[in-house]
């Protein structure tokens, strides 16, 4: 039997409906709750983007409280440095991983950090041996443990005056080392193998199966691809991912979607995803970190959503419109707010330093459902 391959047309609300679900962003506890639900949403999604801005909590606990409204930061301490399910690595971002797809990694950790050489130009072989050393004999360690360093001017308002922290990243990127544990955004590296009690890294992923992967992931997460979404993270080649995507749509696997305002970019679904009885719930509020899976590839977000995020910590203040830190709101299947906030925690509040409207006239029970998630999520911010 011939397969079509004139694309099936869809609205842009059963779009927005399916990616949705594949972020489980339209469910109550979709990973269940406890710790475990943690180690279920990393694995689902594929990756959660660390980042280190705190005028609320940090992202990669706020994109989890997203999904799961009884999650605890001892939740992810747990899954990284005591069941060990997850493991940090550069995709687009540094990010929390599942640990089952860490041998998709292993390719990049013996190439190098080709993205980042330059900033690694001054370690020598030298440097790595004395640190990779240092905690085989001592055991994890964190910079703060490393006293007897020469200090050096910084070259980067990033960088350490240690030099054995560039060696320390060095070492992690090539995979010799992993953080096993994090106290705010103190890590703690240990050398991988011994973290996880392997003998030697899991066996490295074939190129085909690294392709399979990152499609697999972008299906599961997102339910309607686009090769844009796919090579999202860098991990795979554009033409190579073509070719796979191409295949399985004459086999039937995948089946061409087009969607009212994704105008020349080419989506891709399973044909059982299109089956799928999903419809947003307008009355579901989420206030979304703008690392959020959702947010963070911008284009997609405005071909989706209609909807372009400002991100402004890096601006200054005369040239801000949403604000610092603007988190978007999402109510149903819209993004219908901004807002700016700040965690109080000397005084136990959490503040609204800029609402920003993106829909006119906005109904007084759409404001309280706002101000009820802003509550609960004051309640999260503010846990101890």
Not at 13 to 25: G, P, T
Not at 53 to 77: F, M
Not at 288 to 296: A, N
Not at 361 to 373: D, G
Request: glycine share 6%; with cysteine; hydrophobic share 45%.
């Amino acid at each position: 039997m011939a397969v079509s391959t004139s694309p099936v047309r869809i609205n842009g609300s059963f779009a927005r409906a399916i990616w949705l679900h594949a972020q489980r962003l339209d469910a109550n506890a979709p990973f269940g709750s406890g710790p475990a639900a943690t180690a279920a949403a990393v694995r689902h999604l594929g990756y959660i983007q660390i980042d280190t801005i705190h005028v609320i909590e940090r992202c990669h606990h706020h994109i989890l409280y997203t999904r799961i409204p009884d999650y605890r930061r001892e939740h992810l301490d747990r899954a990284q440095a005591v069941e060990r399910t997850v493991f940090e690595y550069w995709t687009h971002a540094l990010a929390y991983l599942p640990v089952d797809d860490f041998r998709y990694y292993v390719r990049a950790m013996r190439q190098g950090p080709r993205a980042h050489g330059r900033w690694f130009a001054s370690v020598t072989a030298a440097d790595l041996r004395r640190v990779i050393g240092r905690i085989r004999r001592g055991g994890a360690l964190t910079i703060r443990d490393i006293a007897d360093d020469v200090l050096v001017e910084k070259t980067h308002p990033w960088a350490s005056r240690k030099p054995s922290k560039r060696a320390l990243q060095l070492a992690f990127f090539r995979g010799l080392v992993t953080i096993s544990r994090r106290t705010g955004m103190l890590k703690s590296y240990e050398l991988t193998t011994r973290h996880f009690g392997w003998e030697r890294l899991p066996g490295m992923a074939t190129q085909q199966e690294v392709l399979t992967h990152v499609l697999e992931r972008a299906l599961r997460s997102q339910g309607l691809v686009s090769l844009d979404s796919v090579c999202y993270g860098g991990i795979a080649s554009r033409p190579a991912v073509r070719r796979l995507i191409e295949v399985k749509a004459r086999r039937g696997e995948l089946v061409p979607v087009d969607f009212e305002g994704a105008g020349a970019c080419q989506h891709w679904a399973r044909p059982e995803t299109l089956d799928l009885r999903v419809e947003a719930d307008p009355a579901r509020v989420h206030i979304l970190s703008p690392f959020d899976p959702l947010l963070c590839q911008r284009k997609r977000l405005g071909l989706f959503f209609d909807y372009e995020h400002r991100f402004e910590a890096y601006l200054p203040a005369h040239r801000r419109v949403l604000g610092y830190f603007a988190c978007p709101v999402l109510a149903g299947d819209r993004i219908v707010a901004a807002l700016d906030m700040k965690a109080d925690r000397a005084a136990g509040q959490l503040r609204v330093l800029k609402w920003t409207w993106m829909i006119k006239r906005p109904p007084r029970a759409l404001r309280a459902e706002i101000e009820a998630a802003l509550h609960a999520f004051e309640r999260f911010q503010l846990a101890t």
